[in-house]
Antibody, heavy 118, light 107 residues
Framework: EVQLVESGGGLVQPGGSLRLSCAASGFTFSSYWMHWVRQAPGKGLVWVSRIKSDGSSTRYADSVKGRFTISRDNAKNTLYLQMNSLRAEDTAVYYC???????????WGQGTLVTVSS | DIQMTQSPSSLSASVGDRVTITCRASQSISNYLNWYQHKPGKAPNLLISSASTLQSGVPSRFSGSGSGTDFTLTISSLQPEDFATYYCQQSYSTPITFGQGTRLEIK
């Protein structure tokens, strides 16, 4: 069974940092591109970042470029999102998702909540 | 960036109704259009990929159509479990973008 389990969310002050993890199981993690998608409270889904299966290529939404870094450890079957210089508008539930059909996602994690507030 | 615009933003309907949600892209995206259903506290669920390909396990009352800039998601006969928010998503180019969502509510 495919499973994606996010962790690392929590309350952080503006300007702070947080690292999210997404532990994958039930499939060959190293064969899939992976994504982060977020949803702010009461708002819609927003794509955040994408990483190629071997980690050699990454892309970011303009709103997080230069502040967030996506990475992966294929030996540990884990996807990461390092978030620096956090802002109130980064408050959201963050989902990791597997790229199943060219940027379409069948499998998602359950989400982890990040709250940026003083 | 490609902008995705859904209409309506919200919709009230009854069990058994036929419902259509539309999604318009700001430029042609061929058939690189996906539809998701999202319920509170749950992960989104991919219903349709490539504009019209029904995902495994998704009931046949869901269907998708369109190409270029205009797309539709149709639910032929609403069931109680279909009340949720629906999003279109373009996968033609990065940044990947979603529509703003259509909230489907019980009348």
């Amino acid at each position: 069974e495919v499973q994606l389990v996010e962790s690392g969310g929590g309350l952080v002050q503006p300007g702070g940092s947080l690292r999210l993890s997404c532990a994958a199981s039930g499939f060959t993690f190293s064969s899939y591109w992976m994504h982060w998608v977020r949803q702010a409270p009461g708002k819609g889904l927003v794509w955040v970042s994408r990483i190629k299966s071997d980690g050699s290529s990454t892309r970011y939404a303009d709103s997080v470029k230069g502040r967030f870094t996506i990475s992966r450890d294929n030996a540990k079957n884990t996807l990461y999102l390092q978030m620096n210089s956090l802002r109130a508008e980064d408050t959201a539930v963050y989902y990791c998702a597997r790229d199943d059909y060219g940027d379409a996602y069948v499998y998602w994690g359950q989400g982890t909540l990040v709250t940026v507030s003083s | 960036d490609i902008q995705m615009t859904q209409s309506p933003s919200s919709l009230s309907a009854s069990v058994g109704d036929r419902v259509t949600i539309t999604c318009r892209a700001s430029q042609s995206i061929s058939n690189y259009l996906n539809w998701y259903q999202h319920k509170p506290g749950k992960a989104p669920n991919l219903l349709i990929s490539s504009a019209s390909t029904l995902q495994s396990g998704v009931p046949s009352r869901f269907s998708g159509s369109g190409s270029g800039t205009d797309f539709t998601l149709t639910i032929s006969s609403l069931q109680p479990e279909d009340f949720a928010t629906y999003y279109c998503q373009q996968s033609y180019s990065t940044p990947i973008t979603f529509g703003q969502g259509t909230r489907l509510e019980i009348k």
